[in-house]
Every structure is written in structure tokens, then in C-alpha cells.
């Protein structure tokens, strides 16, 4: 194996998967067909491009806030299946 090249077993007993030695060479060969295709990434010419985050410009996405009617908190509880001093009573999650 090549410098820099990686690794399929390596890679699944990482993350826990059992892979017979039919399937990790399988893999290795794609995975290094994929390598060659990042590989020739390199070749582009990015010199004149400004670097970016993303792909696209991104805007700020999020309304201004407005003040707005809301419940009441005995509105909020009024379906609640169970309350207790105004508040909401709920299963415990944490062990």
C-alpha cells in the first residue's frame, strides 16, 4: 500500500464493521479509484478564485422578530395531560 493511501480494514474496524477479505479488496480498488478522481482536484487552477464557505452566497434566512399575541400560560396548560404550580409535569428521561 502506497503512502497516503488508505486503508479499508483499517477503516472498518473503525467504525465496527466485519468485512470479509473478498469485500475489502473490493472496496480498497474503489476507494482508490475515488482517491484518483480527489487527486486530480489538485490539478485544477483555483488562483484567481476567492476562497468561499459555500457553494452559493448565503443571506441572512431568519424574519426580524415582531412582537405577537401568545397563550397565556393557563392557555399553554389547559390540555396539558398532567401540571403542577404551572408548569408542565413530565416523565423522567434521564437514568
Not at 473478498?22 to 482536484?41: D, G, I, T
Not at 488562483?47 to 441572512?60: I, K, Q, R, T
Request: glycine letters at 4%; hydrophobic letters at 45%.
Amino acid at each position: 500500500m502506497a503512502e497516503g493511501e488508505l486503508d479499508v480494514e483499517y477503516v472498518a474496524k473503525l467504525v465496527r464493521l466485519r468485512l470479509t477479505p473478498e469485500e475489502a479488496e473490493v472496496f480498497q480498488e474503489q476507494l482508490a479509484h475515488v482517491l484518483q478522481y480527489v487527486n486530480k482536484l489538485s490539478d485544477v487552477d483555483v488562483s484567481g478564485l476567492e476562497a468561499a464557505a459555500h457553494a452559493v452566497p448565503m443571506f441572512n434566512v431568519f424574519r426580524e422578530d415582531e412582537a405577537r399575541d401568545c397563550f397565556t400560560a393557563g392557555e399553554a396548560l389547559q390540555n396539558a395531560p398532567r401540571q403542577a404550580n404551572g408548569l408542565f409535569v413530565v416523565t423522567k428521561v434521564v437514568e
